[in-house]
């Protein structure tokens, strides 16, 4: 059976896009993107879903504490009977419970090398640090932001013309490489876990 992956987004859903590709093409084996959750009406990352004819759904948090609006977002994940929950600019930090609900079965792209520049606008802070490397992360998500096992990482150069904008899009189609290659380790069993250090390898378990 096709293992089943959850999608959470608030934006533009160009990562979710090529987890779907990924999936649709092979380069991701065996899966499918069962549903893709929005918490903001109108995310064009909804719209690229539904053009792809992916169940989505949107779930608004306004009014609703952390652990409430989460328990609404597990519970449509559990009657999705996912398998894997990838986070795809989702602009919401998850709840303990949320985690728990999910051991090592969520995963994040963030655009910087963490553990440096976590949290928002990750380029430009690495632009105005005055790094000379940046690039993107895929981990396993706990509580806390921006935080858990690296399971992958890419470099990308920052250049003196860079702006962030320029930065962005040069990071951008890093993830899209490894976040699709960090769902299909996961989903394949191909890593363990020591301390934090996320260890993969290449043979299928
Ligand atoms: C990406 O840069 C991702 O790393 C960050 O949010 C952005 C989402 O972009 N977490 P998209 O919606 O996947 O196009």
Redesign the pocket.
């Known amino acids: 059976m096709k293992k089943r992956i959850g999608v959470l987004?608030s934006?533009?859903?160009?990562?979710?896009d090529a987890l779907a590709e990924g999936a649709a093409s092979g380069l991701i084996p065996n899966a499918e993107i069962a549903i893709v959750i929005s918490n903001r009406e109108g995310a064009p990352?909804i719209e690229k879903a539904q053009s792809r004819r992916i169940e989505t759904c949107v779930i608004p948090s306004r009014g609703l504490e952390r652990e409430a609006y989460d328990k609404l977002v597990i519970a449509a994940l559990q009657e999705k009977r996912v398998d894997l929950v990838c986070?795809?600019?989702y602009m919401r930090l998850l709840s303990p419970a949320f985690v728990r609900a999910f051991p090592n079965r969520i995963l994040?792209?963030?655009?910087s090398l963490l553990p440096a520049f976590p949290g928002l606008e990750a380029q430009r802070q690495a632009l105005e640090h005055g790094a000379k490397f940046s690039g993107?992360t895929v981990h396993f998500v706990d509580e806390n932001l921006d935080a858990g096992p690296i399971i992958l990482q890419a470099t990308v150069p920052i250049e003196d013309s860079d702006t962030p904008e320029t930065l962005?899009a040069r990071?951008?189609r890093e993830?899209h490489r490894i976040y699709a290659e960090a769902v299909s380790i996961v989903l394949a069993g191909r890593y363990r876990i020591e301390g934090r250090r996320v260890l993969t390898s290449l043979e299928k378990k």
Do not use: M, Q, V, W
Request: proline share 5%.
């Open positions: 987004l934006g533009r859903g160009s990562n979710f990352g986070l795809a600019g994040n792209i963030h655009p993107c962005s990071i951008l993830e």
